[in-house]
């Protein structure tokens, strides 16, 4: 049997354009060679801080995460730190700084507090920003307090299960950013899986050396063979879309067109069928 190697994949060539599945239009990116000074130039870094990071909206983590009003996780970024917080209110998220001094409120990366206590002079903040107590308040000039300073919130918005943030005072409409047909990030039910643990991982490298592994199945025969006998990684469909969003639709369940052997039940599909019940 002749290998089918299929360059530019469309999973369901009936899908109709206007649904989820549809291949999307090509975008002709141009042929361009992307500089090797975007992995290492501080000026780049800089510009990425400003567009990327800073004004634009990040996903901070996933709202089943926090089930319980004064469940909190930190989400760090380059020398940033905020605390997102369920609130009585919903989720919200604010910078993990103290008004008085500037003392790093929290600590630990997650839990639960409906208080937050400043371990520097133990000025105390309610979970949704507003000061609590200030200590020996009557030492201070009134003009200094009588606004009384709570936690500087930033842009925090939910959407099909995840929670983003932004840093910008004014950010872009998060659906803009987003970029994906509506009903999209829905069909993944996010608000109804839960985080059974959690993982970090610091890789000495460019942020964009990470993302850019992950967004083919080039790399698969090579780095993980293991799974030729159950994804089809050259029957992937690539699909880009207007905003910068990008989406993979990998088949699994079927051996690579790389594998001779298309009509063995292998190991690994055995496996697939058991945890199915088949
Ligand atoms: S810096 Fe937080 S109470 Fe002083």
């Keep these: 049997m002749t290998n089918r190697i299929i360059p530019t994949a469309i999973i369901n060539p009936d899908a109709p354009p206007e649904s989820l599945e549809a291949k999307q239009p090509a975008i002709d990116n141009g042929a361009e060679i992307y500089g090797k000074s975007g992995y290492f130039s501080h000026e780049q870094v800089e510009q990425e801080w400003q567009k990327i990071w800073t004004d634009s909206w990040l996903i901070a983590g996933v709202s089943t995460d926090l089930p319980n009003v004064g469940d909190y996780f930190l989400f760090k970024v380059r020398s940033e730190s905020l605390i997102i917080t369920k609130t009585a209110e919903g989720i919200k998220a604010f910078y993990n700084v103290c008004p008085h001094r500037g003392a790093r409120l929290v600590t630990e990366e997650r839990g639960n507090k409906k208080v937050f206590v400043c371990p520097f002079h133990s000025w105390s903040f309610h979970n949704n920003g507003e000061l609590r107590s200030i200590t020996d308040e009557d030492t201070f000039q009134e003009a200094v307090i009588c606004?009384?300073?709570?936690?500087?919130?930033?842009?925090?918005?939910?959407?099909?299960?995840?929670?983003?943030?932004?840093?910008?005072?004014?950010?872009?409409?998060?659906?803009?950013?987003?970029?994906?047909?509506?009903?999209?990030?829905?069909?993944?039910?996010?608000?109804?899986?839960?985080?059974?643990?959690?993982?970090?991982?610091?890789?000495?490298?460019?942020?964009?050396?990470?993302?850019?592994?992950?967004?083919?199945?080039?790399?698969?025969?090579?780095?993980?063979?293991?799974?030729?006998?159950?994804?089809?990684?050259?029957?992937?469909?690539?699909?880009?879309?207007?905003?910068?969003?990008?989406?993979?639709?990998?088949?699994?369940?079927?051996?690579?067109?790389?594998?001779?052997?298309?009509?063995?039940?292998?190991?690994?599909?055995?496996?697939?069928?058991?945890?199915?019940?088949?």
């Design 147 to 278: 606004h009384r300073p709570g936690l500087t919130a930033a842009a925090c918005q939910e959407h099909a299960g995840l929670i983003f943030v932004s840093m910008a005072d004014q950010p872009p409409a998060l659906a803009d950013v987003i970029g994906l047909p509506e009903g999209y990030l829905e069909n993944y039910q996010i608000d109804k899986m839960r985080v059974v643990r959690h993982v970090r991982s610091e890789w000495g490298s460019n942020w964009k050396v990470g993302v850019e592994a992950f967004y083919e199945s080039y790399h698969l025969h090579a780095v993980h063979p293991e799974t030729r006998g159950v994804m089809g990684d050259l029957n992937v469909q690539y699909d880009l879309y207007p905003h910068g969003a990008s989406r993979m639709i990998v088949p699994l369940g079927q051996p690579s067109p790389r594998q001779a052997d298309q009509t063995t039940v292998n190991e690994g599909l055995q496996y697939m069928l058991q945890e199915v019940g088949r």
